[in-house]
């Protein structure tokens, strides 16, 4: 008993995985998705989560509004054919995105389209665009 106890503390020690933490995506509606132009402000390519703030008009209004767009990580995007430096304040790109439930500019990406014309998802996790 006494080598048995110190044996399966150890056992437990080692197995042991970390509890890898991560928000759901609920805030987001995730049965609507809209399609924004603008221009680019900020492209931050840090993790958790990517994010590209975008000026874009409201659909609705034609109002300009400053939107918070809230990619993959940084691994998860390079997989998906993106790199670090393909956004720069000043493009101008058009995003499908699922907007927060709350009303406010802000929304998680599905699918980007470059100046260019080259199409990037936000990989599998978040979902696919389904609006062209």
Known sequence: MKTILPALLALGVLSGRPALAHHSFAPYESTLQIKLSGVVSEFKWVNPHVYIEIDAADEKTGEKRHWLIEGASTSILNRA???????????????????????????????????DGRKFSNGAVAGRATIQ
Request: charged share 20%; no cysteine.
């Open 81 to 115: 054919g993106w790199k670090f430096n393909m956004i720069k304040p000043g493009d101008r790109i058009t995003v499908i995105v699922s907007p927060l439930r709350n009303g406010e500019p802000a929304a998680l990406l599905k699918q980007i389209t470059l100046a």
